[in-house]
């Protein structure tokens, strides 16, 4: 039998089987061993208790801003004046995007058009509802830290000429949006206006079809949205968002799309009682620094 003493604990080692012991009457060079074992053994299940830690910390802090998950959206575009885009924007940086977020808005993405003639902004907020969307919003505009921000920004000048927004809400098939950042990327925001009675069978080609065959030529599917009802326009508009890595990779991809054998049949096939789409309109996006979604 050997007995082993490891800081206050006392142990009778016999054949293979440890008891406990009062006190220390012989040391061994297999003492040495198993106390440098129990010391390893004992560090190794210290940090792995405390790396599980961590990770549990670092995963709610990711995720600590997303107070809910979004299923109310609104797409909104500032005309900036001439020469004020880039006071907006740090406007938004400093100050708006803070305080959205103070009153349970949620940022998601926030773009420049490549072609920005229009010298515009565009960005898509996240809520639960209408209803808590317009709260939100009386919350944010009677804000003393907005009123500040937005009377020292307009000191040389008003920023914005203009303001249009639209309300969505996710289609059936729409993958959930996901506030990751995988730049450099270019969005591609696409609206599809179909003759009347036609929004239906675009999205049945849409989740049976197109979206497979997206992801196939090496585009991605990032949201699909509907109107809201009370839009006058929502029975026939289908919009939604897909990414490249660039624009050279955003060419070959619809290239190869138009000529894929799936996209010909599915598109033959679904207008086999007339064609779907009357009109539609494409822009390209990239995103800001500071948007959530890069």
């Known amino acids: 039998m050997y007995?082993?003493?490891?800081?206050?604990?006392?142990?009778?080692?016999?054949?293979?089987?440890?008891?406990?012991?009062?006190?220390?009457?012989?040391?061994?060079?297999?003492?040495r061993y198993f106390i440098l074992f129990l010391a390893f053994s004992i560090g190794f299940l210290s940090?792995?208790?405390?790396?599980?830690?961590?990770?549990?910390?670092?995963?709610?802090?990711?995720?600590?801003?997303?107070?809910?998950?979004?299923s109310f959206f609104e797409l909104r575009t500032y005309y900036a004046n001439e020469g004020k885009l880039e006071e907006l924007l740090k406007r938004f940086e400093d100050?708006?995007?803070k305080l959205f977020e103070k009153h349970d808005m949620t940022n998601i993405?926030?773009?420049?058009p490549m072609d920005n003639t229009e010298n515009k902004l565009v960005y898509l907020m996240g809520y639960q509802s209408k209803a808590h969307r317009d709260q939100a919003w009386e919350n944010f505009i009677s804000d003393p830290e907005w009123t500040k921000a937005w009377e020292a920004s307009r000191v040389n000048g008003p920023l914005v000429d203009s303001i249009h927004n639209t309300f969505f809400t996710y289609t059936a098939y729409s993958p959930k949006l996901s506030l990751e950042d995988t730049s450099p990327r270019i969005f591609s925001m696409r609206t599809y206006y179909t003759f009347p009675g036609k929004l239906g069978a675009l999205h049945q080609r849409f989740q049976n079809h197109t979206m497979e065959i997206f992801e196939n030529n090496g585009m991605k599917n990032i949201a699909y949205f509907n109107m809201s009802q009370e839009n006058p326009l929502a029975k026939n508009v289908l919009t939604y968002f897909i990414t490249f890595p660039d624009t050279t990779a955003r060419k070959a991809s619809w290239e190869s799309?138009?000529?894929?054998?799936?996209?010909?049949?599915?598109?033959?096939?679904?207008?086999?009682?007339?064609?779907?789409?009357?009109?539609?309109?494409?822009?390209?996006l990239i995103?800001?620094?500071?948007?959530?979604?890069k």
């Open 3 to 31: 007995r082993f003493k490891f800081a206050s604990l006392v142990l009778d080692y016999h054949g293979d089987k440890y008891y406990f012991a009062e006190h220390l009457s012989i040391q061994t060079d297999l003492m």
């Open 47 to 70: 940090c792995s208790s405390n790396s599980d830690s961590d990770t549990a910390t670092e995963q709610e802090s990711s995720n600590e801003n997303l107070a809910y998950e979004p």
């Open 95 to 97: 100050h708006t995007m």
């Open 109 to 112: 993405a926030y773009w420049l």
């Open 257 to 284: 799309f138009s000529a894929d054998p799936a996209w010909k049949s599915a598109y033959a096939n679904s207008i086999e009682d007339g064609k779907i789409v009357d009109s539609l309109t494409a822009e390209l």
């Open 287 to 293: 995103p800001t620094s500071f948007s959530p979604l």
